[in-house]
């Protein structure tokens, strides 16, 4: 096949991109749960965690011409915090209250950051938020955080100071997490039609229930199945039945979100196999994502469902 400039491009930038993938691959796990705490639910914590991930790589010609050192784990963490304020901005919420310069650091009462960290998005400004989850649960020092978000040490203290006192003052020890339910009966129509036709393995019956200009993702991979005939050929191809036995779908609704899991009936008991998510139109997949190499977002879903993780393999 004859490659156009563009993919020849995207050949040479395979050994490139394999060793960016090398240095952050150690602070992916740290990076996925600060994007959760920022986002409040996986689905965005993954989301944000891709367009990190992209966007750090895609800005690394940039930093040739830094003088100072800069370290992996700081410049990713700054990607999703920039990336994320960007997000706050488009929808019009205000980073922080005003800081006045030498406000005063009081003394507040530690807090336990695990049982209030869930209600952070929710109940304190972006900046504040980035600020606490930062110092008191990845234990960034102020300095570092200062030149993170591009502002002063004592800036960073003032804001968490006002974090921690709101978080005081509002008693915010207590929160709930919203848990999965099960659809059931509740199911749309099409969504039991491609639970039904999975778990008879009919392929050919979960082909038809693509359009045309179907897509399949998997997440965390940036690699995209365009089409249903592409699709057929190879995620639906029914020479892989054999990898799918004792694997069945139900149908979820996880933090608003409605999902496909499969779960997979070992001898050891049953284990979380995969998540997708699918979109539909008029009955007919649009777009369907899978989240099986999501390993960070996988393990957390697999924790909120009481279930071991099946470990990866690759197809």
Request: charge should be negative; aromatic fraction near 12%; charged fraction near 25%.
């Amino acid at each position: 096949m004859l490659k156009t400039d563009l993919q020849r491009v995207g050949e040479d930038s395979k050994h490139i991109w394999a060793t960016f993938w090398s240095l952050v691959d150690p602070y992916r796990d740290q990076l996925w749960y600060y994007c959760l705490k920022l986002t409040g639910t996986p689905w965005d914590a993954e989301d944000l965690l891709q367009d990190t991930l992209l966007k750090s790589f895609a800005a690394l010609s940039a930093l040739s011409h830094r003088e100072q050192p800069l370290q992996t784990k700081s410049y990713i963490f700054r990607v999703a915090t920039n990336h994320w304020f960007d997000q706050c901005r488009k929808n019009r919420i205000t980073l922080d209250e005003t800081y006045i310069e030498g406000q005063s650091e009081d003394q507040i009462d530690y807090l336990e950051v695990n049982e209030a960290i869930e209600a952070l998005v929710h109940h304190l400004p972006p900046k504040q938020a980035v600020v606490f989850i930062l110092i008191e649960s990845f234990r960034f020092t102020a300095k570092e955080v200062a030149e993170l978000i591009v502002t002063t040490e004592g800036a960073v203290n003032a804001i968490l100071h006002r974090a921690r006192k709101k978080l005081k003052d509002m008693n915010l020890l207590e929160t709930n997490v919203k848990k999965q339910s099960l659809l059931s009966d509740h199911s749309p129509s099409a969504v039991k039609q491609f639970i039904d036709r999975y778990n008879r393995q009919d392929f050919k019956g979960l082909a038809d229930l693509l359009i045309d200009e179907a897509t399949y993702s998997f997440v965390s991979m940036t690699s995209t199945e365009y089409g249903k005939e592409t699709i057929t050929k190879y995620s639906l191809n029914p020479k892989r039945a054999n990898q799918n036995i004792g694997i069945t779908a139900h149908a979820y609704k996880i933090w608003g979100m409605d999902a496909i899991i499969f779960i997979k009936n070992t001898e050891n008991g049953k284990r979380l196999f995969d998540v997708n998510t699918i979109e539909w139109e008029d009955g007919k997949i649009t777009r369907w994502k899978c989240y099986y190499f999501c390993r960070e977002f996988m393990s957390f879903i697999a924790n909120e469902l009481f279930l071991p993780l099946e470990p990866v393999e690759m197809y």
